[in-house]
């Protein structure tokens, strides 16, 4: 099809990167999609070319972006790839940080260095990067996360005012809970059991982050302000897709004090029996 845009999605084989590569496809964008698992399953979506990738993993990126391009340039590329390890700050491994360090965060970094010599060279293009709630403000148990998020807040705005020359425009996607993810990228921290003297207080936060998911907003809503995002000629440097509740867990983080909003969120994660 002539004139039809290309779009590069990692993480799409589950969650919100699936959501999101399915709107973008029935949007009439051309997809090419990345995951571990399509290894075993290039033909896991429909109307989609799905590709081997691990994003924590140098060669996989490049033999990914090798392929990729032979099919088509991207003139926009939409970082989905995430996981994270539940578990306190004491317990959780040196391993395990660097684990959802190194997907959540490397993974992008590594996907930008290679998309973005191309992008360069086609005169512009879009960059998504999922960034969360959690990449605004920490909640107990998930520190890994949280950081990685983080991270990838800081690393947007310093990349979104490097590429802005190039034609490059940049978008942080902050999404709230949805009911999409799956447990199979929620391990608990190995250290996590009931002999841990956080076991109380973990197993109220887990039963609050697993209901909250649970209970989360659509995930085909997400997909679809995403493509219709993606489609205007200018897109915004933050597009934060959650529930008012949280949209007003933001804004109590950035205006009240930090005492007062631990002790809101504390009681509101760790709740006393
Ligand atoms: N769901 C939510 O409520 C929520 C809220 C805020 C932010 N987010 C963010 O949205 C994104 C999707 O999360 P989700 O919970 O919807 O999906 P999910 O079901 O947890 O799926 C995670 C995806 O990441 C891929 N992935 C994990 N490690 C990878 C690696 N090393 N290389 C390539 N792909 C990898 C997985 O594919 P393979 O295993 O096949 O590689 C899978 O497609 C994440 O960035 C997450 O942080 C989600």
Redesign the pocket.
Known sequence: MKNRKTVWI?????????HTAMALRDDGWQVIA?????NERPDAIPGVTCLP????SEDSVRSFCGKASSAALPDALVQ?????VLGSCEETETEEFRRVID??YL?MVRMNRAVLPLMRKNGGGKIVL?????GLLGIPFQSA?TAS?HAIEGYAECLSMEVKPFGIQVMLVE????R???D???PHAAAMDSRSPYAAAYDSAVGRIHHD?MN?SD?DVLGRKIAKTLDRKRIPFRRRIASPDQHLAVYVHRFLGARINAAILRSYYIRKK
């Open positions: 990692t993480g799409a084989s589950s969650g919100l990167g699936l990345g995951a571990r698992s399509f990738l691990d994003v924590s989905c790839a995430g996981m994270l997907t959540n993974g999922f960034s969360s709630i959690n996360y998020k999404p709230g809970d949805h999409s993810g799956s199979k990228y929620r998911e989360g995930p």
